[in-house]
Every structure is written in C-alpha cells, then in structure tokens.
C-alpha cells in the first residue's frame, strides 16, 4: 500500500493524522463546498507539515471561499519560512497581494510590507 504522502518530500504526521487527512480529502471529493472539511483539512495537512498538499489544498479552498485573515496569515506565515531565492519573494508577494484583496487587514498590508523589505534585504537580487 502506498503511503499518502508519497508526493511529499517532508517527513509525514503520525497515522491517525494521515487517516485524518485520507478522511478529509474523501469528503472534500464528495462534498467540495463543505467549509468545515476544508478548514480541519488545511489544520491536519499543517500538523503533519506536508507543505505541497498543504499548499494545493489552500489553493483549492480559496477556489470556493473567501479566506479568513488567520488562514491567510497562516498561509503566508508557511510561504515566508519556506522562502529561499527570490522568485519565492516574488511568489509571497503575489500571494500577499492575493490576500489583501480577499480580506481587507491593515495587519496584512503591515506584514506585506515587513516581509518584502525583510526578504530582499537578505536574498541575492
């Protein structure tokens, strides 16, 4: 049996928050508007830290709703610790820019403007 994590390079969560996922993920492919699946999904696939899944699933949510600022924060928060060149820069900033009109946060626009600064000052141009 192959594990459900094969496409992802981080090491996977305990079994029972992959079932938790498996779990979610079958939900979601029965019911794709269901808001609370979408959220525990994009909460266990964080917990495991299975970024690729992690990230493809909040791309899929965001399909279908309006993210929350902590959901965006937390999105963001994931990018930026991932970031290591600077098409990433470029990458958060995109999604920065996604983020502040789907949720209008002055603390976004705060942390949108920290991180850009931050991160150019520290990667190669």
């Known amino acids: 049996m192959s594990s459900p994590s094969s496409s992802d390079s981080e090491a996977p969560g305990s079994d029972a928050e992959l079932l938790t996922i498996q779990s979610l993920e079958a939900a979601l492919a029965c019911n794709p508007a269901d808001y609370t699946s979408h959220t525990n999904l994009l909460a266990s696939l964080r917990r495991a830290k299975l970024r690729r899944r992690l990230r493809a699933a909040r791309e899929a949510m965001v399909q279908r709703f309006p993210l929350t600022e ?56």
Do not use: C, K, N
């Open 70 to 125: 902590q959901l965006w924060r937390e999105w963001l928060e994931d990018e930026v610790a991932g970031a290591s060149s600077v098409e990433d820069v470029d990458a958060i900033g995109t999604l920065y820019e996604q983020a502040v009109r789907d949720f209008l946060s002055v603390p976004l626009w705060q942390s949108y403007i920290e991180v850009r600064r931050s991160m150019r000052a520290v990667l190669p141009h």
